[in-house]
């Protein structure tokens, strides 16, 4: 009798871990991956320079939207020529936000300082923005135009210097 009951049980709990299983694979399949084209989703975050942050905070100018960690060396590569280009657009309604998914506060804020980086700065690391987006592969970018649209997807570093990459934002001011 109590191996009825034992055996009963078992096959209960084998039928909600497969339910939940198979919940899992259903929900990792169906994650929103944004892609041009696509409304980028809302998120509020506070910058390091401890104002909170919207996509709409930045009253009609085109968002360039970086995610981003110290520990990946195609994001350390591709940050000088980040600030870099947030410094040639700055005055020509293009704002850069890097959001670091570093969980390390010290490591983030010593490559900061190291670093000078002058764009917007702020830190998830909770990696809730990111994964609004779809994005778990480093450095990752989204440019967003002024009615929320993503108008180009990076995924890789970029060499923001470049003519081409230059000529090509400014045609979307």
Same mark, same amino acid.
């Given at each position: 009798?109590?191996?009825?009951?034992?055996?009963?049980?078992?096959?209960?709990?084998?039928?909600?871990?497969?339910?939940?299983?198979?919940?899992?694979?259903?929900?990792?399949?169906?994650? #929103? !991956?944004?892609?041009?084209?696509?409304?980028? =989703?809302?998120?509020? @975050?506070? $910058? &390091?320079? %401890?104002?909170?942050?919207? /996509?709409?905070?930045?009253?009609?100018?085109?968002?360039?939207?970086?995610?981003?960690?110290?520990?990946?060396?195609?994001?350390?590569?591709?940050?000088?020529?980040?600030?870099?280009?947030?410094?040639?657009?700055?005055?020509?309604?293009?704002?850069?936000?890097?959001?670091?998914?570093?969980?390390?506060?010290?490591?983030?804020?010593?490559?900061?300082?190291?670093? #000078? !980086?002058?764009?917007?700065?702020?830190?998830? =690391?909770?990696?809730? @923005?990111? $994964? &609004?987006? %779809?994005?778990?592969?480093? /450095?990752?970018?989204?440019?967003?135009?002024?009615?929320?649209?993503?108008?180009?997807?990076?995924?890789?570093?970029?060499?923001?210097?470049?003519?081409?990459?230059?000529?090509?934002?400014?045609?979307?001011?």
């Amino acid at each position: 009798m109590a191996s009825s009951k034992t055996d009963r049980a078992l096959r209960i709990l084998i039928g909600i871990l497969m339910g939940a299983f198979v919940y899992i694979l259903y929900a990792s399949m169906h994650e #929103r !991956v944004i892609g041009v084209g696509d409304t980028a =989703p809302d998120f509020t @975050i506070t $910058a &390091d320079n %401890g104002r909170p942050i919207s /996509p709409t905070s930045f009253g009609g100018k085109l968002l360039v939207l970086n995610f981003w960690a110290t520990w990946c060396p195609p994001c350390v590569q591709e940050t000088p020529s980040l600030d870099q280009f947030q410094r040639s657009l700055a005055g020509s309604g293009v704002v850069v936000l890097g959001v670091s998914v570093d969980k390390d506060e010290k490591a983030y804020r010593a490559f900061l300082d190291r670093n #000078r !980086v002058s764009f917007l700065t702020a830190r998830d =690391p909770e990696n809730k @923005i990111n $994964a &609004d987006f %779809g994005t778990f592969k480093y /450095p990752e970018t989204y440019i967003i135009n002024d009615k929320g649209k993503v108008v180009q997807k990076i995924i890789g570093p970029e060499n923001w210097t470049d003519g081409r990459m230059l000529d090509y934002v400014k045609s979307l001011l």
